[in-house]
């Protein structure tokens, strides 16, 4: 089944304690990115990469990393989160050639 | 500055038709599209406007409009599933680097 998985999907963690959140996709999709979802202001885009060892920032990239060095894995690291970091988060990929972005079920983290 | 308005909430009836607007301001506009998010689950894609014109898949419709910077998507025959929110999104100086609407929540009623 063609998928995109994330993990954790609930985390609930402290000021400045570093975190990962893992993105991996089984489509063998070039295209990654990550957004965060808040309440009235939709998805915003954090980082997106084309492909292994490219990335690049989207949006709101700041206090976020990412790294590419397989194929289907996207990690999202939190180096020191905070309190504004809370929100839910979702992975996506597609095909560089394609339009279809395909969404992982979402992340919701809380810092407190 | 970017910017996406599409209306805050929608309420029609089970069977009847329904437009969703989307109006943006964006430089280096690159496709305008369409996900669907029901409550507590991910956005699914919907439609892709490269260009100018109607796109249709079954009972969805989406529609550009290069020069009004407006698009639309229109919902046929409505039904109780359809209720969720949808988002429309552009593209800023690549199909990739994504721009999301605040989200229109459709309600559909019996």
Redesign the interface.
Known sequence: EAQVTQNPRYLITVTGKKLTVTCSQNMNHE?M?W?RQDP??????IY?S?NVEVT?K??VPEGYKVSRKEKRNFPLILESPSPNQTSLY?CAS?RISG????????SWLTVV | GQSLEQPSEVTAVEGAIVQINCTYQTSGFYGLSWYQQHDGGAPTFLSYNALDGLEETGRFSSFLSRSDSYGYLLLQELQMKDSASYFCAVGRDSSYKLIFGSGTRLLVRP
């Open positions: 295209y990115s957004y009235g202001l939709g998805l915003r885009q997106y084309m690049d989207g949006d979702f597609s339009n279809t972005i395909y969404f992982g079920e979402g």
